[in-house]
């Protein structure tokens, strides 16, 4: 149970971004949520779409080098310390968040966070534990 993320490995030239986000559009693929991070000389791009394997193999036949992941998104209130009470639960459970982004899919008043864990079974048991809305598309 979790969501499939594509992280797209780009080179950190002018334009790479909109060469990616062309082939998508190209291919008639929605971006649900984005997030980019980037060092002196290449990037991740981390994407959820909404036709995951349209997506593979529109970046694949494009000359991308892409990867698939399974992250867990989760609803929350888009309220201040909905966030805090979501990392304290990880913390006191002892599980590592590699990284975190947001999307702007929540419901009104909700926010949707897509989360990188290290021990994904363990995070998705206290998401389920504590009653946290999990989603499971987009």
Same mark, same amino acid.
């Given at each position: 149970?979790?969501?499939?993320?594509?992280?797209?490995?780009?080179?950190?030239?002018?334009?790479?971004?909109?060469?990616?986000?062309?082939?998508?559009?190209?291919?008639?693929?929605?971006?649900?949520?984005?997030?980019?991070?980037?060092? @002196?000389?290449?990037?991740?791009?981390?994407?959820?779409?909404?036709?995951?394997?349209?997506?593979? @193999?529109?970046?694949?036949? @494009?000359?991308?080098?892409?990867?698939?992941?399974?992250?867990?998104?989760?609803?929350?209130?888009?309220?201040?310390?909905?966030? @805090?009470?979501?990392?304290?639960?990880?913390?006191?459970?002892?599980?590592?968040?590699?990284?975190?982004?947001?999307?702007?899919?929540?419901?009104?008043?909700?926010?949707?966070?897509?989360?990188?864990?290290?021990?994904?079974?363990?995070?998705?048991?206290?998401?389920?534990?504590?009653?946290?809305?999990?989603?499971?598309?987009?």
């Amino acid at each position: 149970m979790g969501i499939k993320q594509i992280s797209v490995f780009l080179e950190n030239n002018t334009g790479r971004l909109a060469e990616v986000t062309g082939c998508l559009a190209d291919a008639g693929i929605n971006l649900r949520a984005i997030s980019i991070a980037d060092t @002196a000389d290449f990037g991740i791009l981390r994407i959820i779409v909404n036709k995951q394997e349209e997506a593979l @193999a529109a970046l694949t036949a @494009a000359g991308f080098t892409t990867r698939e992941n399974d992250v867990l998104a989760v609803e929350i209130g888009d309220v201040p310390g909905s966030l @805090a009470k979501l990392m304290k639960l990880f913390r006191d459970a002892n599980v590592n968040i590699e990284y975190l982004y947001a999307s702007l899919e929540g419901r009104e008043g909700r926010a949707a966070v897509i989360f990188k864990l290290s021990n994904f079974e363990h995070g998705l048991e206290i998401i389920k534990k504590h009653g946290i809305t999990l989603l499971e598309r987009f």
